[in-house]
């Protein structure tokens, strides 16, 4: 809610929903599973602010790696929220996964499903690997993702069918060549995002392959379908759907004004008396503090941004090549 809030109010970020008017009026009314390609820095976020704007902010799950529950804060957060955790080795993974998914079966609330099916972030040098792999395996090749992994995904297909309603195909980017970035965001910086909820893929879960060979085969074809539409939006600027600007609503902005007045008004008074004691050995410890708080708000910065990236994508798809 948060970040949400230095989204929607701080950076003032426009996020443009295309999609069909009849679907419009299902999303968070139901559970699904959200499909998200994975280009830039802020995608999440742009994720996270889709589900705000439809009221399954709080319900909403996503399928991340491993060392963001190790994140101050967040990392916390997100654990005692059941948010799905994986290293990224599917032999080890399997079963907490498995394990953690079917605990969503009796979840108490609609909620969406949010996954990554590429993996990690795009760029240039894992697209190139990626596509190596492909021409090896005879898998169709994509000019705007990487290959999907389709193993989680068949799983979560397997784990949630019949409680969850359908599928949305979800597509992101951004006007103008626009290169968004977290700290571009917490520095106030606009940016307008174009978001495509496909109306093709408003589907019940049920006529998604359960077989996970089938399941793969369904996958690498709705990414084929993916990259066509990435191709349109580059050549016209707009994709092939009714645009819509979701309400935005004051519940993000209220909960920060809350812990803001709860938490600086304190903090400030500490400060002003440390000021006024005029001891060099307290303010030197405040200012250590201080620093080493900027050091790993950078740092958590620092995990979204793409030339810092993993190199998961690099190594693993080297090693299928071998």
């Known amino acids: 809610s948060e970040m949400v809030m230095l989204l929607e109010w701080w950076s003032g970020t426009d996020c443009t929903l295309y999609t069909d008017p009849e679907s419009y009026h299902k999303y968070g009314k139901e559970n699904a599973i959200v499909i998200l390609n994975h280009n830039f820095e802020i995608d999440f976020l742009c994720g996270w602010n889709f589900c705000e704007r439809f009221g399954v902010l709080g319900s909403s799950k996503v399928l991340a ?12 957060m997100w ?81 949630l069918r019949n409680v969850v309603s359908a599928v949305y195909d979800s597509t992101l980017n951004f006007r103008n060549n626009e290169n968004p970035t977290l700290l571009g965001v917490l520095n106030g910086k606009k940016y307008h995002a174009d978001l495509y909820v496909r109306q093709v893929i408003h589907i019940l ?51 920060w004004l809350f812990w803001a007045l709860l938490l600086l008004y304190p903090f400030f008074k500490l400060l002003i008396n440390m000021i006024n004691s005029g001891s060099s050995l307290t303010l030197a410890s405040f200012a250590f503090v201080i620093i080493i708080a900027s050091v790993g708000v950078r740092w958590m910065i620092g995990v979204t941004e793409i030339n810092k990236g993993s190199t998961y994508g690099n190594n693993d798809n080297k090693q299928k090549q071998k």
């Open 65 to 76: 790696k491993k060392e963001l529950s190790y994140m101050p804060i967040i990392g916390w």
């Open 79 to 159: 654990y005692f929220l059941e948010i799905v955790f994986c290293k990224r080795k599917w032999e080890e993974d399997r079963k907490t996964v498995v394990q953690k998914l079917l605990s969503l079966r009796d979840y108490p609330e609609n909620f969406w499903f949010l996954i990554h099916c590429e993996g990690t972030r795009f760029t240039e040098q894992k697209h190139q690997i990626s596509m190596q792999v492909a021409e090896a395996k005879g898998l169709p090749k994509l000019k705007y993702h990487l290959l999907p992994r389709t193993k989680g995904f068949a799983v979560t297909v397997q784990c």
């Open 205 to 255: 879960i049920q006529d998604v392959p359960e077989d996970e060979q089938e399941c793969s085969t369904w996958l690498h074809k709705l990414y084929q379908e993916k990259d066509a539409f990435q191709e349109e939006y580059y050549r016209t600027g707009a994709y092939p759907a009714v645009p819509t600007v979701p309400p935005r609503r004051p519940w993000t902005l209220l909960n």
